[in-house]
């Protein structure tokens, strides 16, 4: 049971140069979550999705874009990247609102470095 | 804003002590508050969580206080384990209509010495 996948895992850009960063979770969750961990800033989120079909803004949602291909899969893109998005960055899943189900699952993470 | 906030960057401790990591919180929305471990290049994982209609929460080695009236949670691990160096975030939802997101602390990097 591989959880929540994230690619890649490192990435070089240029500044103005775009990506899209992949996720996919295996566990048949309904919500599913992007994060940017900045040191000494915690992780702040950048953009959810509380189920497939939808998608909102977070904290830090400027310069960002996002896709929820469906139920498994959930896309970050950056369109024109800057040095400000060099951070590592996280996605998560969880599996529904309510009963407890408050636990969010996390991927390794992807460190990207905007140069 | 920084509505969670984890106030020391850093703690040491030796093995076999008890190891206390400590979070504050602003917004009286929150209702419920997790503990993520996270080790170097590996994403933050699960450790306990607690209900603001508890007020203590064990599994094994890990409690996790909560003082609602302080707007106050920690983290006691008893006893600390060299295995168990690594960065604590605690992090805060707001039931309701919030779609589980988090709020984050900015993490205590704790190490523990044999």
């Known amino acids: 049971n591989a959880g929540v996948t994230q690619t890649p895992k490192f990435q070089v850009l240029k500044t103005g140069q775009s990506m899209t960063l992949q996720c996919a979770q295996d566990?048949?969750?309904?919500?599913m979550y992007w994060y940017r961990q900045d040191p000494g800033m915690g992780l702040r989120l950048i953009y959810y999705s509380a189920s497939e079909g939808t998608t909102d803004k977070g904290e830090v949602p400027n310069g960002y874009n996002v896709s929820r291909l469906n139920k498994r899969e959930f896309s970050l893109r950056l369109e024109s990247a800057a040095p400000s998005q060099t951070s590592v960055y996280f996605c998560?899943?969880?599996?529904?609102?309510?009963?407890?189900?408050?636990?969010?699952?996390f991927g390794a993470g992807t460190r990207l470095s905007v140069l | 804003d920084q509505q969670v906030k984890q106030n020391s960057p850093s703690l040491s401790v030796q093995e076999g002590r008890i190891s206390i990591l400590n979070c504050d919180y602003t917004?009286?929305?929150?209702?419920?508050f997790l503990w993520y471990k996270k080790y170097p290049a590996e994403g933050p994982t699960f450790l306990i969580s607690i209900s603001s209609i508890k007020d203590k929460n064990e599994d094994g080695r890990f409690t996790v206080f909560l003082n609602k009236s302080a707007k106050h949670l920690s983290l006691h691990i008893v006893p600390s384990q060299p295995g168990d160096s690594a960065v604590y975030f605690c992090a805060a939802l707001a039931g309701g209509t919030s779609y589980g997101k988090l709020t984050f602390g900015q993490g205590t990097i704790l190490t523990v010495h044999p």
């Open positions: 917004n009286s929305m929150f209702d419920y």
């Open positions: 998560a899943s969880r599996l529904r609102q309510g009963l407890g189900e408050n636990i969010q699952y």
């Open positions: 566990m048949n969750h309904n919500s």
